[in-house]
């Protein structure tokens, strides 16, 4: 059974830093698969902040483009989310998903809170 475990969440000022970390366990990464990250505020949809492929190709939300970084390390089976100069409307439940042709696989969500 895969799992998804994220780490890395917590409160921050605007302006600040945080690194979120997510762990595959039960399951290694193949070259199918598409890690990502995910967000998700009340009342709103789950909406993509940034995901990553096998081979490191990158592609980014509008809103966090030149703010945050999307990496992974395939021999950890982890994936992470470094994410500056926050602001408050960053702040929501982020989600670790991983998409195996077409199937996806979540974490439990880190609660990321930026203060103005």
């Known amino acids: 059974q895969v799992q998804l475990v994220e780490s890395g969440g917590g409160l921050v000022q605007a302006g600040g830093s945080l690194r979120l970390s997510c762990t595959v366990s039960?399951?290694?990464?193949?070259?199918?698969?598409?890690m990502g990250w995910y967000r998700q505020t009340p009342g709103k949809q789950r909406e993509l902040v940034a995901a990553i492929t096998s081979g490191g190709s990158a592609n980014y939300a509008d809103s966090v483009k030149g703010r945050f970084t999307i990496s992974r390390d395939n021999a950890k089976n982890t994936v992470y989310l470094q994410m500056n100069s926050l602001k408050p409307e960053d702040t929501a439940v982020y989600y670790c998903?991983?998409?195996?042709?077409?199937?996806?696989?979540w974490g439990q969500g880190t609660q990321v809170t930026v203060s103005s």
């Open positions: 039960g399951s290694i990464f193949i070259r199918f698969d598409v």
């Open positions: 998903n991983r998409n195996r042709l077409g199937n996806n696989a």
